[in-house]
């Protein structure tokens, strides 16, 4: 293995901020945190105690119930997709929370798994819009990471009120299905376990895993009782056309009977415990995960909440790579950009992080221009990093806090857009595992450039601090109101009602940039 020199970087937080600045950003995060942690309650709530409690008088386990026992005592699962259908509003005032399902990294018998699970608390675990969408994006990171996937199946099939959102399109339903059949071919274990209702789609779902467990209570089905009844006008049960009985005993397409909900999950537990194991031990060198001599947790007094302040880049690396031992690679070029290498979890892993503040221009030494931007040196600084890092085999670490590329005649001389293209297209065929995370804003085409969800990192996560968006908002202002502007960003209009619906939209910001120009032009936040 080459020679990777690592060196200590990072300083103690009370070096970097003051104690009380340090807690006051604590406490704003805080604020955010503990709003995302009411709306997570909120979602694992499903359709409330209610329907929890139909489930138990079933004999059965809700979703999460099934999630806590699968997985390892003691260990933590961690939820994806949580807020997907989140505040959406269908017709007859019906929700998805979750939209219907859940998605989560767990430990089962010591090894990474993804689990995805029908919530039978939400419309007996249909299929809502978007949640194949979820539940394929699911199945991509499991084919990423080649981790072990498990079904844990209870679905009554579409939510036939939005079945038009869900059913077709090239992300709809069915591919899901095609999902199974990549997973198969790339040798991914798929063990299903079939709960209760698994009609149509919920029916397929199971049927390409190489071990297909049913309660008595479980059935699969084509087309359920309902169906059959005004179909063929036969009074049938769903467990009598689809049941264990069925499809254990008699058309093969499930391998094993068990009585209850958690025999079933004793049975896949066992199974996983078959499996091979991972070989990152070997890939460690025998080195273990080793903590940042500086506590990830400081990074919550570390991140100004204004996202127009600066902060040390340096010490947001040296807060997450084991000993906060790093190797910066390129230092000498495009100064808005870090990259290096360092050892996360005692794997060897490419971090790319936006410096903050002021940067300097290689064309003119004595200026100065803003850090969190993209220009010529730090574009083809990172792509060349990505390609050396895909071809290497080391996992790729994006943290972003971007405001994208960088704009104006200049820009567009320097050819910003080829020297994109070719990050793009980097980061679009790379094949080693990446994993982008948001730290305080993630704007424009630098969002996509950096690995954004588009070009599908395995995970892309966010702090609460972060926003997303086409463009900041001041921004997004004077792009809106240009063309009732003049040069001095005066309103050309006389009209008084044109004037004063001006100053009432946007919740007042485009009246204040308007009725104060210089204050804006000041602040750099206009030209």
Same mark, same amino acid.
């Given at each position: 293995?080459?020679? @990777?020199?690592?060196?200590?970087?990072?300083?103690?937080?009370?070096?970097?901020?003051?104690?009380?600045?340090?807690?006051?950003?604590?406490?704003?995060?805080?604020? /955010?945190?503990?709003?995302?942690?009411?709306?997570?309650?909120? @979602?694992?709530?499903?359709?409330?105690?209610?329907?929890?409690?139909?489930? +138990?008088?079933?004999?059965?386990?809700?979703?999460?119930?099934?999630?806590?026992?699968?997985?390892?005592?003691?260990?933590?699962?961690?939820?994806?997709?949580?807020?997907?259908?989140?505040?959406?509003?269908?017709?007859?005032?019906? =929700?998805?929370?979750?939209?219907?399902?859940?998605?989560?990294?767990?430990?089962?018998?010591?090894?990474?798994?993804?689990?995805?699970?029908?919530?039978?608390? !939400?419309?007996?675990?249909?299929?809502?819009?978007?949640?194949?969408?979820?539940?394929?994006?699911?199945?991509?990171?499991?084919?990423?990471? =080649? /981790?072990?996937?498990?079904? /844990? !199946?209870?679905?009554?099939?579409?939510?036939?009120?939005?079945?038009?959102?869900?059913?077709?399109?090239?992300?709809?339903?069915?591919?899901?299905?095609?999902?199974?059949?990549?997973?198969?071919?790339?040798? !991914?274990?798929?063990?299903?376990?079939?709960?209760?209702?698994?009609?149509?789609?919920?029916?397929?779902?199971?049927?390409?895993?190489?071990?297909?467990?049913?309660?008595?209570?479980?059935?699969?089905?084509?087309?359920?009782? *309902?169906?059959?009844?005004?179909?063929?006008?036969?009074?049938?049960?769903?467990?009598?056309?689809?049941?264990?009985? @069925? +499809?254990? +005993?008699?058309?093969?397409?499930?391998?094993? =009977?068990?009585?209850?909900?958690?025999?079933?999950?004793?049975?896949?537990?066992?199974?996983?415990?078959?499996?091979?194991?991972?070989?990152?031990?070997?890939?460690?060198?025998?080195?273990?995960?080793?903590?940042?001599?500086?506590?990830?947790?400081?990074?919550?007094?570390?991140?100004?909440?204004?996202?127009?302040?600066?902060?040390?880049?340096?010490?947001?690396?040296?807060?997450?790579?084991?000993?906060?031992?790093?190797?910066?690679?390129?230092?000498?070029?495009?100064?808005?950009?870090?990259?290096?290498?360092?050892?996360?979890?005692?794997?060897?892993?490419?971090?790319?992080?936006?410096?903050?503040?002021?940067?300097?221009?290689?064309?003119?030494?004595?200026?100065? =221009?803003?850090?969190?931007?993209? &220009?010529?040196?730090?574009?083809?600084?990172?792509?060349?990093?990505?390609?050396?890092?895909?071809?290497?085999?080391?996992?790729?670490?994006?943290?972003?806090?971007?405001?994208?590329?960088?704009?104006?005649?200049?820009?567009? *001389?320097?050819?910003?857009?080829? &020297?994109?293209?070719?990050?793009?297209?980097?980061?679009?065929?790379?094949?080693?595992?990446?994993?982008?995370?948001?730290?305080?804003?993630?704007?424009?085409?630098? &969002?996509?450039?950096?690995?954004?969800?588009?070009?599908?990192?395995?995970?892309?996560?966010?702090?609460?601090?972060?926003?997303?968006?086409?463009?900041?908002?001041?921004?997004?202002?004077?792009?809106?109101?240009?063309?009732?502007?003049?040069?001095?960003?005066?309103?050309?209009?006389?009209?008084?009602?044109?004037?004063?619906?001006?100053?009432?939209?946007?919740?007042?910001?485009?009246?204040?940039?308007?009725?104060?120009?210089?204050?804006?032009?000041?602040?750099?936040?206009?030209?």
């Amino acid at each position: 293995m080459a020679f @990777v020199p690592l060196v200590p970087i990072g300083e103690p937080l009370a070096r970097l901020v003051d104690a009380r600045m340090a807690e006051e950003q604590r406490a704003a995060l805080g604020a /955010l945190e503990e709003r995302l942690r009411v709306r997570r309650r909120e @979602v694992e709530a499903g359709w409330g105690p209610s329907y929890v409690d139909r489930v +138990h008088k079933k004999g059965k386990l809700t979703a999460r119930e099934r999630l806590a026992r699968l997985a390892d005592p003691g260990t933590e699962t961690y939820e994806v997709g949580t807020f997907v259908n989140y505040g959406e509003v269908f017709p007859g005032d019906q =929700r998805s929370p979750a939209a219907g399902v859940v998605t989560a990294f767990a430990r089962v018998e010591g090894r990474w798994c993804m689990v995805i699970a029908n919530d039978n608390t !939400v419309a007996s675990g249909a299929w809502w819009p978007r949640t194949p969408e979820k539940i394929q994006r699911a199945q991509m990171m499991a084919l990423r990471l =080649r /981790l072990p996937t498990i079904y /844990l !199946v209870d679905c009554s099939g579409l939510f036939l009120p939005e079945q038009s959102k869900s059913f077709p399109g090239a992300r709809g339903a069915g591919h899901i299905f095609k999902m199974n059949s990549l997973l198969s071919a790339h040798g !991914v274990p798929q063990i299903a376990g079939v709960f209760g209702d698994c009609i149509a789609g919920g029916g397929y779902m199971p049927i390409i895993s190489d071990r297909v467990y049913m309660t008595e209570q479980a059935y699969m089905v084509i087309a359920g009782a *309902a169906l059959i009844k005004g179909a063929k006008s036969q009074k049938i049960t769903s467990l009598d056309i689809g049941g264990p009985e @069925v +499809h254990v +005993h008699a058309s093969g397409c499930a391998d094993v =009977r068990v009585p209850d909900d958690d025999t079933l999950l004793a049975c896949v537990r066992r199974d996983v415990a078959r499996l091979p194991s991972s070989g990152a031990d070997f890939y460690r060198g025998e080195l273990g995960e080793l903590a940042p001599r500086f506590a990830a947790s400081e990074l919550a007094g570390l991140l100004p909440v204004d996202h127009r302040e600066a902060y040390d880049a340096y010490q947001v690396i040296a807060r997450l790579v084991d000993q906060s031992l790093f190797w910066e690679v390129m230092p000498e070029v495009g100064e808005e950009m870090i990259c290096g290498v360092g050892r996360i979890g005692g794997l060897y892993a490419g971090l790319v992080i936006n410096r903050q503040g002021l940067v300097g221009d290689p064309d003119d030494p004595a200026r100065r =221009r803003p850090g969190g931007i993209l &220009y010529r040196g730090g574009i083809a600084k990172i792509a060349a990093f990505s390609r050396a890092c895909n071809d290497d085999g080391l996992p790729l670490v994006w943290l972003q806090d971007i405001s994208g590329f960088d704009i104006g005649r200049e820009a567009e *001389a320097h050819g910003l857009l080829g &020297y994109g293209s070719s990050l793009i297209y980097t980061n679009s065929t790379n094949t080693t595992p990446m994993f982008t995370v948001l730290l305080r804003k993630a704007s424009g085409a630098g &969002y996509y450039a950096m690995s954004g969800l588009p070009y599908d990192p395995v995970v892309q996560l966010s702090t609460c601090l972060s926003r997303l968006s086409v463009m900041e908002g001041r921004t997004l202002a004077i792009a809106t109101y240009n063309t009732k502007l003049d040069d001095d960003f005066e309103i050309i209009t006389q009209d008084p009602e044109e004037r004063a619906k001006i100053f009432r939209d946007d919740n007042g910001f485009a009246g204040s940039l308007l009725n104060h120009p210089q204050q804006f032009l000041a602040l750099g936040l206009i030209d």
